[in-house]
């Protein structure tokens, strides 16, 4: 199978999709075409290396994007892990080859493989193609605003709570808090509400 320039091969299991400096948060996006009449299998198979690749140390969460003008009428999995060593393990295991395995009977031509890590990981939108990224002066902008008004409303509204702590135990507070929620509440929420600003041409 041949594959484009700039992208990792799919089938061999030697081949990093990860790469190695990736600390925090990792998310592979992989786009393929399916073969007319397999797409019922196709989904099958979806279904099941999802379900694989989610009890391994790390896994984050899968989105599936299905064929359409938006995609190239590319099937498209993204998954994401929650740092490079964790991603490694899914990719090399040979539960993972044994999926792709199963798969190369029904794809046509060429697959792509992305890869996001660092701030992008923040601003991640399932439906835009992964190499569809803000600029880093973007990024950067509105995680100093989130980061400093979650860290004075959390310290505002447990402020009461916090009186009498240890210094270290209140700073450890604040900052659970704070990536707790800027990863499954705030950053998702900003990211769509500046959508058409932090991913403008």
């Not at 299905?66 to 999995?77: H, N």
């Not at 040979?94 to 190369?104: N, T, V, Y």
């Not at 402020?159 to 270290?168: A, H, M, Y």
Request: with cysteine; proline share 5%; glycine share 6%.
């Amino acid at each position: 199978m041949k594959e484009k320039a700039g992208t990792i091969p799919l089938y061999n299991g030697k081949n990093d999709i990860c790469e190695p400096g990736n600390e925090g948060p990792v998310t592979v996006s992989i786009a393929r075409k399916i073969k007319a009449g397999l797409e019922n299998k196709y989904e099958k198979w979806i279904s099941g290396v999802i379900e694989a690749a989610s009890d391994f140390p790390g896994h984050m969460g899968s989105n599936v994007l299905r064929p359409a003008p938006s995609t190239g009428d590319e099937y498209v999995i993204i998954y994401r892990f929650d740092n490079y060593a964790n991603c490694m393990k899914w990719e090399q295991s040979a539960l993972r080859q044994q999926w792709l395995d199963k798969l190369e009977s029904m794809v046509v031509g060429e697959s792509t493989t992305q890869r996001a890590t660092g701030l992008e990981f923040w601003f991640d939108l399932p439906e835009l193609p992964l190499n569809k990224k803000p600029s880093s002066h973007k990024m950067a902008l509105v995680l100093i605003i989130v980061v400093y008004l979650l860290v004075m409303l959390i310290n505002v509204i447990f402020q009461s709570l916090f009186e009498g702590l240890n210094i270290w135990f209140r700073s450890l507070i604040v900052v659970v808090g704070q990536v707790l929620l800027m990863t499954y509440i705030v950053m998702p929420w900003v990211t769509r509400l500046l959508k058409n600003w932090l991913f403008k041409d």
